[in-house]
Nanobody, 126 residues
Framework: QVQLVESGGGLVQAGGSLRLSCAAS????????MGWFRQTPGKEREFVAA????????RYADSVKGRFTISRDNAKNTVYLQMNSLKPEDTAVYYC???????????????????WGQGTQVTVSS
């Protein structure tokens, strides 16, 4: 089992930045694809970004490409999401996820991920 805890959310003005962290415990995240998803009330969970377990291409939703950066520090068992140039439409609960051990490619599909955090709220004011 992998337990994931997100932090770093909050209220920020449009154009501002936040860095989300996802701290894992229980198992090392080293072999897992790590992803970030987000969700707003009444909508399905939406893919944001993912990073493979080894050297490989990260993947981003078109809506965040060029503004968000996903990274991982396996030594700290932590994944990050740096969010710059935030927009009001980025407002959501952001979830960290882990899955697909030892796969070199990533997935944008939430059901492919086995472990989820509780989420952290990000609110961007206009």
């Amino acid at each position: 089992q992998v337990q994931l805890v997100e932090s770093g959310g909050g209220l920020v003005q449009a154009g501002g930045s936040l860095r989300l962290s996802c701290a894992a415990s229980g198992r090392a995240i080293t072999p897992y694809v790590m992803g970030w998803f987000r969700q707003t009330p009444g909508k399905e969970r939406e893919f944001v970004a993912a990073i493979p377990w080894t050297d490989g291409s990260t993947r981003y939703a078109d809506s965040v490409k060029g503004r968000f950066t996903i990274s991982r520090d396996n030594a700290k068992n932590t994944v990050y999401l740096q969010m710059n140039s935030l927009k009001p439409e980025d407002t959501a609960v952001y979830y960290c996820a882990a899955g697909m051990p030892y796969l070199a490619s990533v997935s944008t599909i939430a059901s492919r991920y086995d472990y989820w955090g509780q989420g952290t709220q990000v609110t961007v004011s206009s």
